[in-house]
């Protein structure tokens, strides 16, 4: 049974920051693609990055709104995804989801909060 | 970009509801799928592969469409089913959502 269980969230600061982390089980995290996506308070769902799978290469792309402050790696070894955070506003509060994709097919985690407040 | 339509659908209980979900580019039926969402909740994977029902599913959810047009339809509302839902475009980077609509009670 495939799961994906985030963990990581919390309060922090404007300017600080915070790692996300999505553990997953029931498949073999090399050989898919995996994305994070955010759902701010009210508001729908957007999407904030994706790492690709070992084929290709482990390629990240990111939404322009966090570009260059987030960043996605992968221990496969650990079956394991994360989402490093930096430079947070307070625009960054959402729940965050661990996505991955098998032929067409999403699973998502349970989703974690980040507040970022001072 | 996709674009869902409408915002807000005000049905009874029995109607049957019809949403839209258009891409500003042709995009692969197999990466297009539908959510419902109730607040506090995970999205629920309804549709996959523009047409076909996820697990558990009942079935007066169906999905159809290819191209730039999608559709969603609910054959006869249940109580449970007012919601918002979501299409998601999953196959090129950058991922993309519609910006949802919400069914709500007339």
Same mark, same amino acid.
């Given at each position: 049974?495939? $799961?994906? %269980?985030?963990?990581?969230?919390?309060?922090? $600061?404007?300017?600080?920051?915070?790692?996300?982390?999505?553990?997953?089980?029931?498949?073999?995290?090399?050989?898919?693609?995996?994305?994070?996506?955010? $759902?701010?308070?009210?508001?729908?769902?957007?999407? %904030?990055?994706?790492?690709?799978?070992?084929?290709?290469?482990?390629?990240?792309?990111?939404?322009?709104?966090?570009?260059?402050?987030?960043?996605?790696?992968?221990?496969?070894?650990?079956?394991?995804?994360?989402?490093?955070?930096?430079?947070?506003?307070?625009?960054?509060?959402? %729940?965050?989801?661990?996505?991955?994709?098998?032929?067409?097919?999403?699973?998502?985690? $349970?989703?974690?909060?980040?507040? %970022?407040?001072? | 970009?996709?674009?869902?339509?409408?915002?807000?659908?005000?049905?009874?209980? #029995?109607?049957?509801?019809?949403?839209?979900?258009?891409?500003?580019?042709?995009?692969?039926?197999?990466?297009? =799928?539908?959510?419902?969402?109730?607040?506090?909740?995970?999205?629920?994977?309804?549709?996959?592969?523009?047409?076909?029902?996820?697990?558990?599913?009942?079935?007066?959810?169906? #999905?159809?469409?290819?191209?730039?047009?999608?559709?969603?339809?609910?054959?006869?509302?249940?109580?449970?089913?007012?919601? =918002?839902?979501?299409?998601?475009?999953?196959?090129?980077?950058?991922?993309?959502? #519609?910006?949802?609509?919400? =069914?709500?009670?007339?």
């Amino acid at each position: 049974e495939v $799961q994906l %269980v985030e963990s990581g969230g919390g309060l922090v $600061q404007p300017g600080g920051s915070l790692r996300l982390s999505c553990a997953a089980s029931g498949f073999t995290l090399s050989d898919h693609y995996m994305d994070w996506v955010r $759902q701010a308070p009210g508001k729908g769902l957007e999407w %904030v990055g994706r790492t690709k799978n070992k084929a290709r290469s482990y390629i990240t792309d990111y939404a322009a709104s966090v570009r260059g402050r987030f960043t996605i790696s992968r221990d496969d070894s650990k079956n394991s995804l994360y989402l490093q955070m930096n430079t947070l506003k307070t625009e960054d509060t959402a %729940v965050y989801f661990c996505l991955m994709f098998w032929s067409g097919y999403p699973y998502w985690g $349970q989703g974690t909060l980040v507040t %970022v407040s001072s | 970009v996709l674009t869902q339509s409408p915002g807000t659908l005000s049905l009874s209980p #029995g109607e049957r509801a019809t949403l839209s979900c258009r891409a500003s580019q042709s995009i692969s039926s197999s990466y297009l =799928v539908w959510y419902q969402q109730k607040p506090g909740q995970a999205p629920r994977l309804l549709i996959y592969d523009a047409s076909s029902r996820a697990t558990g599913i009942p079935d007066r959810f169906s #999905g159809s469409g290819s191209g730039t047009d999608f559709t969603l339809t609910i054959s006869g509302l249940e109580p449970e089913d007012f919601a =918002v839902y979501y299409c998601h475009q999953i196959g090129l980077s950058p991922g993309t959502f #519609g910006q949802g609509t919400k =069914v709500e009670i007339k």
